[in-house]
C-alpha cells in the first residue's frame, strides 16, 4: 500500500496545493516521507496525506476524524451485535437441553422497559402499609411465577416452594446477592454475612459459626429472665393499654447487647441517663433502616440519594456501638488470648480492626435484634385477637412448668407453644421476601410453558424475588383458612421447602436456634404471668415494611396479671 522500499528516494519537501497546513509532523523511513499530516484552519478537521512525490505523483483522499469515529462506532455495533447474536444461540441450545419453554405469565405493565408503573405502585402500596398484600394478588392472578421488566433488568418474581428450593440450595452457585440491596444495605452495616458473597461470604460466616454453635442455653435462660423481670416492672396491674411492641424491641436489645457484648444497653431503665441513651440509639437506628428500606426501593437511582438525617444517624450508631467495641478490646488486653467472655470479645481474637467489628455486630444485631423483637410482636398480636388459643396455650404452659421459670427440657415439652410461634411465623415472616440475582444462564424447575410447569431460563443478571409471605399461604400445604391463627394446624405437618421462616441452604440463619429459644421462653413466661390479654387498635394487622417487618402502629394491648 505504501509503495515499495527499493523504490523509495530521498527527495525535496513536497509541494502543498492545498495551501500551508497548519501543523506537518514527518514520519521518515529510510528517508523516505510517508505521512504529512495538516488541519485545514477553515474546516478544523486534520487530514493525513499518504504521499511519497518520488514514487507516485497521486496524492490518497484525506480522511476525516468524523470518518474514522463512523468506522470505528460501526466496528464496535457490528462487534456487539455478533456478540450477543453468539450469545443469544448458545442461551437458545442451553434452554434446549434443558426442556425450558417461554414463561407463563407476565406482569401487565404499561411500560415494558423500565416498569415505572409497577415500580410507582409497590411506592404506593409500602406507603400505603398494603405491600405484601399486593404481592400476594398478583401471584393469585398470574401464577406463583411470573417475569417482568423493572428498571430495564429482567425480573422473576416466584412463591413457588421447588423454585425456591432450587435457588436457596440446588442452584446456590448460579445465584448471589443483587448489587442494589449489597449496596443499599452495606451503606449502613459495612461489609458482613448479609452484604457478602461467595468466598468472602463464606470466610465471614466460617468465622462467626464456632460462635454461635458455642451458645449456651443456660446462659441464654440467665439473661432472659433477668430482662423478664425488668419487663414485669412496666406492665400495668390494672389493664390499662400498654405497647408490647415497644418493651419487646428494648428487651432484645437488652439481651442481645448482654449477650453479644456482656453489657446491657440498659433500654428497660428509662430512669436513668443511660437509659434515654439508649433509647436515642434506637431512634437513630430506625432512621438508617428506614433509609435502607427507601435506597432499595430506588433501585438503581439510590447513588443519586443523599439524606443529611440519615447519615447524622448512623454516626451516631456508631459512636454508640463503638462503646461496646472499646469494652471488649480492653478485656482482652486484660485478660489475653485465653478470654471467652461473649460474643464481641471473642471476635476481638481475629481482628482488633474496629470497623470490622463495628461491621459484624451491626450484621448481628440485625439477626437478633430485629427479628426475634419482630417475631415476639406479631406473635401477640394475634395472640390477643385470639383469646381462645391464649387460654389453651396458657392451660399447657401451667401443666408443664406451673409459674416457675421454665428449664430448657420443659420448653421443648411445650408442644403447643411452639405450634403457636410457628403459625405466627407462618402468618407474618420477619423477612418476608429474598432476592437473588443469576450468576450465569440457569434454570428453574417451575415456571414455563401454559401450565407454567415447564422449566424455566434464567438468564445471566436476571433477578428473582422469592415471596415467603405468599408462599406461606398455600392451601395445598397448610390446609384450608391461611389467613386463620390456628396452631392446631401444624399437629402432624411437615412442610418442608414450603415453610421458610429463616430461609434455606447454605444461608439458612445459624442463630435461628437463639432466636426460637428467645422467642418462646419470654412467651411462656407472659403466658405464667398474665391470665388474660385483649387487643386494642386495629383489628387486622397492618404490614410495617422494614429490614424484619413488623406491626404499623405497635401492639396495643389490655393485660391483667395473675
Known sequence: MFGSSTTMKRSSPPTWTDGPPTRCLYWD????????????????????????????????????????????LVTL????????????????????????????????????????????DAIFNKAGDRYLESTLKSFRELGTTYTMSRWAMSVFYTCDSLNMKQILAGSFEDFGLPHTRVTALSSFVGDGIFTLDNEPWYHARMSLKPMVARSDKETIRGILEGNFQSVLRLLPDDGASVNLQDIFFRLVMDFATEYLTGNSAHMLDNEDTQGARAQQFVSDYMTCSTEVITCLGLGPLQHLRFNSDAKRAKNAVFSFLDAFIDDSLR????????????????????????????????????????????????????????????????????????????????????????????????????????????????????????????????????????????????????????????????????????????????????????????????????????????????????????????????????????
Open 331 to 562: 478485656k482482652r488486653a486484660i485478660k489475653g488470648a485465653s478470654v471467652r467472655d461473649d460474643f464481641l470479645t471473642q471476635l476481638t481474637a481475629l481482628t482488633t480492626d474496629r470497623m470490622v467489628l463495628r461491621n459484624q455486630l451491626l450484621h448481628i444485631l440485625i439477626a437478633t435484634r430485629d427479628t426475634v423483637a419482630s417475631t415476639l410482636s406479631n406473635l401477640f398480636f394475634v395472640l390477643a385477637r385470639n383469646p381462645q388459643v391464649y387460654d389453651k396455650l396458657r392451660a399447657n404452659v401451667l401443666a408443664v412448668a406451673g409459674t416457675e421459670a421454665p428449664t430448657t427440657d420443659q420448653l421443648k415439652q411445650m408442644k403447643f407453644a411452639r405450634w403457636c410461634v410457628n403459625e405466627s411465623l407462618r402468618l407474618h415472616p420477619v423477612i418476608p421476601i429474598g432476592g437473588r440475582q443469576a450468576r450465569r444462564d440457569t434454570v428453574l424447575p417451575r415456571g414455563g410453558g401454559a401450565d407454567g410447569q415447564a422449566p424455566l431460563l434464567v438468564p445471566e443478571g436476571t433477578i428473582v424475588m422469592s415471596n415467603v409471605y405468599a408462599m406461606h399461604r398455600d392451601e395445598q400445604v397448610f390446609g384450608a383458612n391461611v389467613e386463620a391463627f390456628n396452631p392446631e394446624r401444624w399437629d402432624n405437618l411437615h412442610p418442608g421447602w414450603g415453610y421458610l421462616p429463616f430461609s434455606g441452604g447454605p444461608r439458612i440463619c445459624m442463630g435461628q436456634h437463639i432466636a426460637l429459644t428467645v422467642v418462646q421462653y419470654i412467651l411462656v413466661r407472659m403466658a405464667q404471668t398474665v391470665s388474660s390479654i385483649d387487643g386494642l387498635g386495629e383489628k387486622d394487622w397492618v404490614e410495617q415494611y422494614a429490614l424484619a417487618t413488623t406491626c404499623r402502629g405497635g401492639v396495643h394491648v389490655s393485660l391483667h396479671k395473675a
Open 77 to 120: 455495533v457490528a462487534v456487539g451485535v455478533a456478540r450477543r447474536t453468539w450469545n443469544l444461540r448458545g442461551r437458545r441450545a442451553f434452554a434446549r437441553s434443558r426442556g425450558c419453554l417461554p414463561p407463563r405469565s407476565r406482569a401487565p405493565v404499561k411500560d415494558p422497559i423500565f416498569g415505572f408503573d409497577f415500580i410507582y
Open 29 to 72: 523511513r529510510s528517508g523516505s516521507q510517508l505521512f504529512n499530516v495538516s488541519r485545514d484552519p477553515n474546516l478544523s478537521l486534520f487530514t493525513i496525506r499518504l504521499r511519497d512525490p518520488a514514487v507516485s505523483t497521486m496524492q490518497a483522499p484525506a480522511i476525516s476524524t468524523e470518518r474514522l469515529l463512523y468506522v470505528l
